[in-house]
């Protein structure tokens, strides 16, 4: 009796998707994977692909799990590659890539091509396990299809055409309030701002700060929904980024760890102390420029270390500040002027103020006022350079499309040194009568 109604059932299914395939695959929606992925294993491949086709991604992923590989294989190469990237994206690794090897040949590299996005797009960050639905579902369908997958954290639900474009997205508030046979075409929100799947991340986290949203869906070029990116997955990349920066900024690495193997550590440091070293020699170069000056008055060699501190300092406080304004796309490459000129003033009033109090430390301890002028004036120089330096530096190497954090540091700290120690040594070259 069991066989013969099981029978009937199927045999009434396959009524219904050759007359009504709409129906069916909005039946198919809310079957579960199981029932869904029993009916296609058994359907004729050309048949099963068409209804397939008609499923919203996730749906069809699910199905696809239930099916024998050999199945999956042959409704995979009845599809277009490019709705069928976004179902396998929503796989577990191991089951996609499962999938894809048992496919083999060009249509998997097709498959994984397709798949692949830049380091650091919206497509690459995005969480593929988007739940959608189609334009005749009911909020009742949501409530079933949350029971389901109840682990999730959702805050909104998205609707899309048969072609997997998207239309719109439903807040899960406004799913729970709805009757349960009210249409979620009659509460979808239209205008929910969406992301390219190529897009930065930078430019990602400024529509959803724009926006005031917590989920932005991420669409292809011809507006298939491929997944969705949360606001709190976001702010954890930036976090690892920005203690990524930290390192790479002093000359460590992204990859080393506190517990690294000491030659992997020394392997990703050297390097960049060699670096580190040329620029000292062309520091130390400036220096012996005025060996002449420095012999003549020893007092300069004692000073040197003050000027090219505040330099330094001055400089680093403008790079943490223009870094963090490039990170968090405050400012663009195209403001550089705007920065430098404010970092140039910083400098200006912070060297005079710095000056005076430097000039009035040194002529209380030399009692010479020609050497308090000549590290009060050359304090200002150096600190101005110095800010300018770190307003300029990284947006320079933004425009070069070099990362900022790896460099930056270490182009400062040469400019800064050479501009600290040119100015003291050169203005008290000029004004050596004042200090006799």
């Given amino acids: 009796m069991s066989a013969l109604l099981q029978s009937i059932q199927l045999d009434l299914a396959r009524r219904l998707m050759d007359r009504h395939p709409g129906e069916a695959a909005r039946w198919l929606e ?3 994977a199981r029932e869904g992925g029993s009916l296609l294993e058994r359907e ?14 996730d749906t069809a992923a699910r199905m696809l799990e239930q099916m024998s590989a050999e199945r999956a294989r042959r409704l995979i190469t009845e599809l277009d590659p490019m709705r069928v990237a976004p179902v396998l994206s929503r796989l577990v690794p191991a089951t996609r890539e499962r999938m894809l090897k048992h496919l083999g040949g060009s249509l998997a590299d097709e498959l994984r091509t397709l798949m692949r996005y830049p380091s650091g797009s919206a497509g690459q960050l995005m969480d593929p396990n988007v739940v959608t639905f189609r334009l005749e579902a009911t909020a009742g369908d949501v409530i079933d299809r949350l029971r389901e997958i109840r682990s999730r954290r959702i805050q909104d639900v998205f609707l899309a055409d048969e072609d997997g474009k998207l239309i719109g997205s439903v807040a899960l508030q406004d799913a729970v309030l709805a009757a349960p046979g009210d249409r979620l075409l009659t509460i979808v929100r239209r205008d929910h701002p969406r992301g390219q799947a190529i897009a930065p991340r930078e430019e990602v986290m400024e529509t959803l700060e724009r926006e005031g949203v917590a989920t932005l869906p991420v669409v292809d070029f011809e507006g298939r929904l491929l997944g969705v990116l949360r606001q709190r997955q976001l702010i954890e990349v930036a976090q690892r980024d920005a203690s990524a920066d930290l390192v790479t900024m002093v000359g460590a690495s992204k990859e080393e760890g506190a517990l690294s193997p000491p030659l992997f550590a020394v392997r990703k440091r050297l390097p960049w102390l060699e670096v580190n070293l040329l620029t000292a020699f062309l520091a130390a170069s400036v220096v012996g420029l005025f060996e002449s000056t420095i012999a003549r008055f020893t007092a300069l060699a004692v000073l040197l270390p003050v000027v090219a501190g505040q330099s330094g300092n001055t400089g680093a406080q403008a790079l943490a500040v223009t870094m963090r304004g490039l990170a968090l796309r405050e400012v663009r490459t195209r403001q550089w002027m705007r920065v430098a000129t404010k970092e140039l003033l910083v400098g200006a009033i912070n060297g005079v103020a710095v000056a ?10 030399s009692r010479s006022l020609g050497l308090a002028v000549v590290i009060g004036t050359s304090m200002v120089a150096s600190m101005i350079i110095a800010g300018l330096a770190g307003a300029i530096i990284p947006m320079g190497l933004t425009i070069l499309r070099q990362d900022p954090a790896q460099s930056s540091s270490i182009v400062l700290t040469t400019v800064t040194d050479v501009a600290g120690f040119f100015s003291f040594l050169g203005i008290a070259t000029l004004l050596a009568g004042m200090l006799g």
């Fill in 44 to 57: 004729d491949p050309a048949r099963a692909a068409s209804l397939l086709r008609r499923l919203t991604a």
């Fill in 30 to 32: 809310t079957a579960s």
């Fill in 356 to 365: 005076l109090t430097t000039s009035l430390a040194v002529y209380l301890w």
